[in-house]
């Protein structure tokens, strides 16, 4: 039997910016359609993205997301997010903000101290944040963060 020793997580310097998976692909003159599209989760994968990012809020954070925050969380996954939209993101999911986000990161740590199943968690949130341009910053590092915990 061996104990897992928890690595405190720190803010880490970004050296060079992450381009976005999905932007990869897309041409300079991209319509939003285009934009959609590269953006656009199949149902089974966009079910499970949110459900996971429910179970992680409830358990890990201790927080119950709303029935308008899930539905926010499935449009942006769908690429079909409104710029409204993010109002409800930045008021329920405050753990999202670059200056929460080392304290968020250390509580879903806590609750999942396996590195993958770290990651796995953290790879829901990276997923949502870079289809949210607001959250670019987070995004950013999330994803040093989440790669560092494999």
Do not use: H
């Not at 104990?3 to 970004?14: A, G």
């Not at 966009?46 to 927080?63: F, G, T």
């Not at 879903?108 to 949130?125: C, E, H, I, R």
Request: glycine content about 2%; overall charge positive.
């Amino acid at each position: 039997m061996s104990i897992i020793k928890k690595k405190e997580t720190v803010k880490l310097n970004i050296y060079k910016q992450v381009v976005l998976r999905w932007k990869k692909n897309l041409p300079e003159n991209a319509t939003e359609v285009l934009n959609q599209n590269a953006r656009f989760y199949d149902e089974p994968a966009r079910s499970e993205m949110v459900d996971k990012i429910r179970v992680c809020m409830e358990k890990a954070l201790l927080l119950k997301p709303s029935k308008d925050t899930l539905r926010i969380m499935r449009s942006v996954v769908t690429g079909c997010d409104r710029p409204g939209d993010v109002k409800y993101i930045t008021k329920e999911m405050p753990f999202l903000k670059e200056r929460n986000l080392i304290a968020f990161v250390n509580k879903v740590q806590d609750y999942y101290p396996k590195a993958t199943s770290l990651n796995g968690m953290l790879t829901l949130f990276v997923n949502s944040l870079a289809r949210l341009p607001r959250y670019n910053a987070s995004y950013q590092q999330l994803t040093l963060i989440a790669k560092e915990a494999v």
